[in-house]
């Protein structure tokens, strides 16, 4: 007890809430702060090539004279694994959310979260493993590519990843449909799965959609998994089946190599601030979709 | 009719796949992780640094085991505080504000940063700016970055569960606010948040993306100096896989690893229970 | 009472972990701490392809004396640690240079620029390696044309020549899959300034984080060529086959005359003059004991 003694109630004149609030504040200069210091760190970059040519430019090679800078192929790369991702995980996800939604027996759905929060605690360079020395092995050997490596494989993994994410996001969707509807249904006589797919879909149809953007912005800033898969090439994918280097593989790969202040190590950054963006923009996307799904159904 | 019968079968079956889709999913991971790694799973593959030609072919994973607890230990002590104290500001004193709205967004937004970026972020600020090098603490703060939203979401969460009554209680009672946080809703609200801090856990403990950058490095003896660089479960795993060091070996790192999540979620859903059960 | 008097603690801690973060916010100089640090522990860290070699060595060398006052009664009877880190020849230069690493670890030669950036380093050359042009064992130009000319594997890697096929008719017609490192690594540069002399290399080619990555590819896939690292190539006997360039097949002698063109050092770099005990571990480096651990790896220790 001495130990406190000295930190007796006189010595705290803060009240907690406001003391709460300047560290909530904090939280969000942090966020701030992260924007502030990527962009200029950056900065050059956005003066030399400039923002169009940085962004839709197809060669790289930083270290080249003069230096290429263009990330459109790595920023195409991205697009097509993160998109790939969640048009394979949604029927699977909103398939599996109506199922704990509605279906599941209690003690099914009891064991189907925690299986959830545990594939989404798997940490991606595990997915990324295991992707490369088996699916890209079978892929080697069902298909004969010269090759395994993908975007298509990445994509492959991705949607195990984001699986979890989309069906608790759309899980929580379904379940904030107001019972009336539920009951009035039943009073009709119609079928369960009848009703699930001609009234409560619809009904939560802009959760649901929040979910994938969700989804769509988890699947776009993963990391490892797509390093490990995607193949690493400087090529512009043409298809699902090309090779590529997604953004955040690209990051991963060359900032360890990169010289502190050259302009290849500010390219780097540009392109993590772009990534970054684009993530958050889905972010305030997703929740402005939420924002409205409220003022459709639920109003008290 | 019949027609109708049948479509209403065929989409029950539908989602019973789906949802034990899910449970195959996991259990088939779990299973051949098992399956390949179960092997290298000895005593000294456990107690022992990497050995042999090229490193890592033999030998064990101590010291990424250690480098792992001691980078999550830094990250979960640095975010802990801050984040239980916004998590109280937005259930507690927040009300319906603008300032709120705010904070929960800034959160939110947080919770979406790619690690890479973070990683990033850690690289510029806390290995060049600050000069800390690639060392342990500049891989903590990095993950102490990347956690911080997820223990304020989950802390949140936990004290908005708490009963509305306990509060409306206390207020007519005439207790003062801290006095009823302290001694009402945060002891209501523990298991949970412990519980969060557990998954806040796991995250940071298999995230390589930030710590490949900052922290995390292919040999070195053991942990615990500040400014050392440390080895790192997840980016063993990376080292040995990408490096075509030891296949065996790499499933053996990656079954540690994921058995050192799983381990975590239970006690997770362990505190949850005991809630349920004392509420 | 006690449990807000708790609260309060943990109020108090939070204050000081905000100072804290307040300091830390300034661009703080934790320089002394940094230099109490770096006096303890010898850090190392650069090429992909030299990194597995020092860290075995760091390995024997912390195993065998265990304590500094061991390898040198002068020193005090502290525990050696050494850390060993990848990352390429890139990070390896500039790591040296920005104070990152002790000791960087180079498998090209350092440019002018970088030697203007470190005018009292040393530069310790631990051996050669080259790189070799590697196929799959599985591969029929093994058999159809062991043989490249310089020009025609600056054609295959520049993806001129898409198919096996294109290079020799007897070859299957499938497609040539190109290992290259990425723009980090050494090799990359090495390969550029020696073989493709400004030539774009194809942007089909896979890029692989590391000289073992790369090796790997070529051990696995069929139809890959690569840049593998002679070295690599050794410790793979068997899983990676080698073409000759120019009729020059490389082998040790070849590469250490001179014969063998796409050679490369590998070296050691600091940035200032090692102190004592980064001095103590170059100099079991380039040991007989070092130098068989090079030897071992398949590379060339440098000639007496």
Redesign the interface.
């Known amino acids: 007890m001495s130990d406190y003694a000295v930190l007796n109630k006189k010595s705290f004149h803060l009240s907690t809430g406001t003391f709460c609030l300047v560290i909530a504040c904090c939280a969000t200069l942090l966020l701030l702060s992260l924007l502030v210091y990527m962009t200029l760190v950056s900065w050059p970059v956005w003066f030399s090539p400039g923002p169009w040519g940085f962004l839709t430019g197809t060669d790289w090679n930083p270290l080249a004279a003069p230096p290429q800078l263009g990330i459109g192929t790595m920023i195409l790369s991205t697009l097509w694994t993160a998109l790939g991702a969640v048009i394979l995980a949604t029927p699977i996800g909103l398939c599996c959310a109506i199922f704990l939604a509605e279906y599941a027996p209690s003690w099914l759905a009891q064991l189907l979260r925690p299986v959830l929060n545990v594939l989404t605690g798997i940490p991606s360079v595990v997915y990324g493993f295991l992707g490369a020395a088996v699916l890209v092995k079978y892929f080697e050997i069902t298909f004969n590519m010269a090759s395994g490596e993908s975007l298509f494989c990445a994509s492959l993994v991705l949607t195990v990843m984001v699986l979890p994410y989309i069906v608790s996001a759309s899980e929580s969707a379904l379940r904030a449909i107001p019972l009336k509807y539920r009951q009035t249904s039943l009073a009709l006589g119609v079928s369960k799965p009848y009703f699930t797919l001609r009234v409560l879909i619809p009904l939560a149809r802009n959760g649901l959609l929040g979910a994938l953007i969700l989804a769509f912005g988890r699947a776009s800033g993963e990391t490892m998994a797509v390093l490990m898969l995607a193949g690493n090439t400087m090529v512009l994918p043409s298809s699902w089946f090309s090779k590529g280097e997604p953004l955040s593989a690209l990051i991963a790969l060359e900032l360890g190599t990169s010289e502190v202040g050259s302009l290849h190590y500010q390219s780097l950054f540009a392109a993590g601030l772009v990534l970054l963006l684009f993530v958050l923009s889905i972010n305030l996307f997703f929740t402005w979709f939420r924002r409205d799904r409220r003022n459709e159904v639920g109003k008290p | 009719m019949k027609l109708r019968l049948m479509l209403d079968f065929f989409w029950l079956a539908i989602f019973w796949a789906a949802g034990l889709l899910l449970l195959v999913v996991l259990f088939g991971i779990l299973g051949y992780l098992f399956y390949q790694g179960h092997t290298s799973l000895t005593q000294d593959f456990f107690f022992s640094s990497p050995r042999g030609l090229p490193l890592g072919a033999e030998g064990g994973i101590f010291p990424a085991i250690q480098g792992t607890l001691f980078l999550v230990v830094i990250a979960v002590f640095t975010a802990v505080l801050p984040g239980l104290a916004t998590a109280i500001y937005l259930a507690e004193y927040a009300g319906k504000s603008k300032v709120n709205t705010v904070i929960n967004l800034t959160i939110q937004c947080m919770a979406g940063i790619p690690s890479i970026v973070t990683g990033l972020f850690g690289y510029a600020l806390f290995v060049v700016k600050m000069g800390f090098g690639i060392s342990l603490l500049a891989g903590g703060l990095s993950l102490a970055i990347m956690i911080f939203p997820v223990i304020v979401v989950t802390a949140r969460d936990a004290l908005q569960a708490v009963n509305r009554d306990y509060r409306w209680v206390g207020i007519s009672l005439g207790v003062s606010r801290r006095y009823l946080l302290s001694r009402v809703i945060l002891p209501q609200a523990a298991p949970s948040i412990l519980g969060g801090l557990l998954l806040a856990m796991g995250y940071a403990a298999g995230a390589t993306a930030p710590i490949m950058v900052t922290a995390a490095v292919i040999a070195t003896p053991s942990a615990g100096n500040l400014f050392e660089p440390v080895m790192a479960l997840p980016y063993h795993l990376y080292i040995l896989f990408s490096q075509q060091i030891s296949l065996e070996k790499a499933y053996g790192t990656a079954l540690v690893l994921v058995l050192l999540l799983l381990t975590l979620n239970v006690i997770a859903l362990w505190f949850k229970n005991l809630k349920s059960k004392g509420a | 009472m ?14 000081l ?2 100072l804290a ?1 307040c300091g ?1 916010s300034e ?5 002394p ?2 230099q109490e ?1 770096t006096a ?2 010898i ?1 190392i ?1 650069g090429s ?1 392809t030299l ?2 070699v020092i ?2 060595c ?2 024997d060398f ?1 195993e065998e004396y265990k304590t500094w006052n061991k390898v040198d009664p002068k020193l005090p009877e502290e ?13 390896g ?3 040296a ?5 002790d000791i960087g670890l180079v498998s090209r030669e350092v440019k002018d620029t970088e030697k203007g950036k470190m005018p009292n380093g040393k530069i310790i050359k631990m051996g050669s390696d080259a790189l070799t042009i590697a196929v799959n064992p599985k591969n029929p130009v093994i058999q159809v044309k062991p043989d490249l000319t310089n020009d025609e594997v600056k054609r295959i890697f520049a993806g001129e020549i898409k198919t096996w096929q294109e290079l020799d008719a007897k070859l299957p017609a ?2 040539v ?1 190109l290992a290259i490192r ?4 050494g090799a990359s540069q090495v390969f550029d300034e020696l073989v493709m002399k400004k030539t ?1 290399i194809a ?11 790369l ?3 070529v ?1 696995e ?1 069929a ?2 060529i690569g840049y593998v690292s002679f070295g690599l190539v050794k ?1 793979n006997q068997g899983k990676i086959s080698v073409l000759s360039v120019d009729g020059v097949t490389p082998t040790t002698e070849s590469i250490a005359s001179g014969q063998y063109k796409i050679a490369r050092p590998l070296l050691l770099v600091t940035k200032e003059q090692p102190n004592e005990r980064q001095q103590l571990f170059i100099d079991y480096l380039l040991s007989k004991k070092g130098l068989k651990v090079v030897e ?2 398949g590379f060339i220790p440098p000639a007496k």
């Open positions: 006690r449990k807000s008097k708790l609260f309060q603690v943990l109020l108090g801690l939070m204050v972990l905000m973060g830390q661009p703080a100089k934790s320089e701490a940094r640090s303890q522990s850090k860290g992909s990194a597995p860290a075995k760091a390995d912390t525990p050696i640690v050494i850390f060993v880190s990848t990352g390429g020849s890139g990070f230069v500039k790591s240079i920005d104070g990152t690493v499938r497609p899959v990425d723009l980090g690594g774009p942007k089909e080619a896979l890029q692989l984080p590391s000289m073992g990555a090796a790997g590819k051990a896939n139809d890959a410790q071992d790896m």
